[in-house]
C-alpha cells in the first residue's frame, strides 16, 4: 500500500510547510514513504496523498472537539490506529487544521523535554 504520490500529495505538503517552516525545531523526514513533520525526534504530523495525519490528537477526540473536516483514525493495512487522527484535508483546508497541528507540535516539544 502506498500512502504518498508526490504527484498529488505535494500541494498538501506545501501548505503544511508554509505553515510549520519557521516554527522552531521542525524538521520534515519521511516515514511510511510519506512526508513527516517532527520536532524533537517526536512526529506530530504526516502527510498522505489524500490527507494529513495528526498524531497526537485521537480520532475521537477530534470528533469531540469539533473537527471542521471529516477525520476518522488512521489506518495501516492491517489496523485502525486510533491515537492518530488521519483529516480529509486539501491544500486549501490546512489553515483550518492550523491550531491542532500547532497543539501536536507543542506535545511533541513538552514531550522532548520531559524525556518521554
Same mark, same amino acid.
Given at each position: 500500500?502506498?500512502?504518498?504520490?508526490? +504527484?498529488? !500529495?505535494?500541494?498538501?505538503?506545501?501548505?503544511?510547510? +508554509?505553515?510549520?517552516?519557521?516554527?522552531?525545531?521542525?524538521?520534515?523526514?519521511?516515514?511510511? !514513504?510519506? $512526508?513527516?513533520?517532527?520536532?524533537? !525526534?517526536?512526529?506530530?504530523?504526516?502527510?498522505?496523498?489524500?490527507?494529513?495525519?495528526? #498524531?497526537?490528537?485521537?480520532?475521537?477526540?477530534?470528533? @469531540?472537539?469539533?473537527? $471542521?473536516?471529516?477525520?476518522?483514525?488512521? @489506518? #495501516?493495512?492491517?489496523?485502525?490506529? $486510533?491515537? =492518530?487522527?488521519?483529516?480529509?484535508?486539501? $491544500?486549501?483546508?490546512?489553515?483550518?487544521?492550523?491550531? =491542532?497541528?500547532?497543539?501536536?507540535?507543542?506535545?511533541?516539544?513538552?514531550? #522532548?523535554?520531559?524525556? @518521554?
Amino acid at each position: 500500500m502506498s500512502y504518498y504520490d508526490e +504527484r498529488i !500529495g505535494a500541494p498538501l505538503r506545501d501548505a503544511v510547510d +508554509r505553515l510549520v517552516g519557521d516554527w522552531d525545531g521542525v524538521s520534515r523526514k519521511r516515514m511510511f !514513504g510519506c $512526508p513527516c513533520y517532527s520536532a524533537g !525526534g517526536k512526529i506530530f504530523a504526516i502527510v498522505m496523498s489524500d490527507g494529513l495525519v495528526l #498524531t497526537k490528537l485521537p480520532a475521537a477526540e477530534a470528533v @469531540r472537539r469539533g473537527s $471542521p473536516l471529516p477525520v476518522a483514525p488512521f @489506518r #495501516t493495512e492491517t489496523k485502525n490506529v $486510533p491515537s =492518530w487522527s488521519k483529516f480529509a484535508v486539501g $491544500p486549501d483546508d490546512v489553515a483550518k487544521l492550523a491550531a =491542532w497541528i500547532e497543539e501536536g507540535y507543542r506535545a511533541a516539544v513538552a514531550e #522532548t523535554e520531559t524525556g @518521554r
